[in-house]
């Protein structure tokens, strides 16, 4: 029998934020913990893992994904182990892959559930490297980027969850790879840790002219996480025929208006058809689910080759999480951002 004391503490949706979240938009609460019913189990979060898409889950924009509710629980990937079970096909110990969201305990009847081993020496970097971001690169990189050995694959937020994989992908595939970071210490890591061939600060105020220098030949895979300013200086790099998987747009996610200053669509679209540019959004489980089991087994090997390296960022404690998503935004994360929010 489950002690009815069990209280679960969640993080829900306060306010829309206008621009940048602030503290404010969220609230905590403290509710007793659900009990499950027949056919359903209680789930207890180890790991809740922090994306940037959650901004878009704040605002109540038309979107390819139905916002977060006011007064709901924050969406969120998690870890999570089987504290209680009414359902036959998990026990009590089991691990799972899920979506709970931000909140110590959650009920599930399994399904969209992945049972991990119980034992996994490192579970997080299954919302990792081995997760949602890690597939992300795989597929964005490679289907839609289509690198070749000698070409040049430029990837912004080169530290972070995709972007440390696009770049090491991109050397497996025999290409030079230059990423673009936020800072001294990140663009070290990137080149030093992870084996790019470069990495630029775009804080720098000459990241222009910087890209330019590490990219003698020209780009011809972009890999966009970020947008804004960091776009504009690569547009005139990209070479004919060049790809550019566009995967995220993290500098203008706290827009509330267009940019300022001139309007630059003419130029993008002449550059576009006179270079005969190829530029793909994706939404990596919507346009690429069937190919989650090839990327987990050749990243799985990569990891454990050491062909892969990748850095998580661990933050202790559920209530730490608001903050935390606020940080990533402004490029205050270095490497995949996690909370952990149970001690194993
Ligand atoms: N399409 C899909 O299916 C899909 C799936 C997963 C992720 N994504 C997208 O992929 C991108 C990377 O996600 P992630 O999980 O790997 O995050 P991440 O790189 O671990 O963290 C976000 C990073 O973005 C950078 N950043 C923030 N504001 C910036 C700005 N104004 N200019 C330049 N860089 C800025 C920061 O790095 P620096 O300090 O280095 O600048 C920050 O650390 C995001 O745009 C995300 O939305 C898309």
Redesign the pocket.
């Known amino acids: 029998m489950l002690e009815p004391t069990i209280v679960n503490q969640r993080v829900v949706l306060k306010s829309r934020p206008i621009g940048a979240p602030v503290i404010g938009d969220f609230a905590i609460e403290q509710v007793p913990a659900p009990i499950p019913s027949a056919g359903q189990i209680l789930l207890r979060t180890e790991f809740l893992s922090l994306?940037?898409?959650m901004r878009g889950r704040m605002s109540d924009v038309a979107s390819y994904a139905a916002p977060v509710p006011l007064g709901g629980v924050m969406e969120g990937g998690t870890i999570s182990r089987v504290e209680a079970s009414q359902n036959r096909d998990f026990t009590i110990g089991d691990v799972v892959l899920g979506s709970s969201g931000w909140q110590r305990y959650s009920l599930s009847d399994g399904a969209g559930l992945t049972k991990l081993g119980r034992n996994m020496s490192h579970p997080s970097l299954a919302l990792g490297v081995l997760g949602?971001?890690g597939f992300?690169a795989y597929v964005g990189l490679l289907d839609i980027g289509g690198p070749k050995p000698g070409e040049t694959v430029v990837v912004?937020?080169?530290?972070?969850?995709?972007?440390s994989v696009v770049g090491q992908i991109a050397k497996v595939k025999g290409c030079r790879a230059v990423g673009i970071?936020?800072?001294a210490d990140?663009c070290r890591f990137v080149v030093e840790v992870l084996g790019f061939d470069a990495c630029i600060d775009?804080r720098s105020p000459h990241f222009a002219e910087l890209l330019t220098g590490a990219c003698p030949k020209g780009i011809d895979v972009y890999f966009e996480?970020?947008g804004?300013?960091?776009f504009d200086a690569v547009l005139p790099l990209l070479n004919a025929r060049a790809r550019v998987p566009l995967?995220?747009?993290?500098?203008n996610y706290n827009d509330t208006q267009l940019p300022s200053g001139p309007d630059r669509l003419g130029l993008l679209t002449r550059t576009l058809l006179t270079k005969r540019i190829k530029m793909q959004g994706?939404?990596?489980f919507s346009d690429y689910g069937e190919r989650y089991g090839e990327f987990l087994k050749q990243m799985t090997l990569w990891v454990a080759d050491g062909t892969i390296k990748f850095r998580e960022d661990i933050v202790d404690g559920l209530e730490r999480a608001p903050q935390a998503f606020i940080g990533?935004?402004?490029?205050k994360?270095f490497g995949?951002?996690i909370v952990r929010v149970a001690e194993r």
């Open positions: 994306d940037p898409y949602m971001p992300t912004a937020a080169a530290s972070g969850a995709v972007g970071a936020g800072g990140k775009h996480n970020v804004g300013a960091v995967c995220g747009l993290v500098a994706f939404i990596v990533l935004l402004q490029g994360n995949k951002l």
